[in-house]
């Protein structure tokens, strides 16, 4: 039973790891670059909840990791995402991270069902899990 929850976990780690590939180079073309700032601050995470259960997080990163990386913070994400009373948000305001996890909906099913149908196979499963892999936000 152990060995199925692990097999399991890992499974929905690694799909959201392939997820989290497919929507950062997504987002990252989708979104409006004038100094390419936005754009370079655009990442992923794959973290476990409290319950050890694995999530997907997409997002922009803030002034403080960005200091880290030694880049500049992008303090205007959220007004291209949610735009302003002067403004609309981006992509004639429907913002760049939230259309494009929305117009990607099927893909990610996809790459989903690859992963989570690897359950019926336990060597199938075992070669698509790198335990070794970072889980990056490039």
């Known amino acids: 039973?152990?060995?199925?929850?692990y097999t399991i976990a890992e499974l929905s780690r690694a799909a959201l790891r392939d997820v989290a590939k497919l929507l950062r180079k997504r987002i990252k073309d989708a979104v409006p670059v004038d100094t390419g700032t936005l754009k370079k601050n655009?990442?992923?995470w794959v973290r476990k909840s409290k319950d050890g259960?694995?999530?997907l997080q997409v997002g922009v990163y803030n002034a403080q990791r960005s200091k880290k990386k030694g880049m500049k913070p992008a303090y205007?994400?959220?007004?291209?995402?949610?735009?302003?009373?002067k403004m609309q948000a981006a992509n004639n305001g429907r913002g760049f991270l939230r259309s494009t996890v929305q117009d990607n909906i099927d893909e990610i099913q996809i790459i989903q069902g690859?992963?989570?149908?690897?359950?019926?196979d336990e060597n199938k499963a075992l070669g698509l899990i790198d335990e070794n892999e970072e889980v990056a936000d490039d």
């Open 1 to 5: 039973m152990d060995r199925v929850q």
């Open 42 to 44: 655009v990442g992923t």
């Open 53 to 55: 259960t694995p999530r």
């Open 76 to 85: 205007h994400a959220h007004l291209l995402e949610f735009g302003t009373v």
């Open 114 to 120: 690859k992963y989570l149908s690897a359950v019926e």
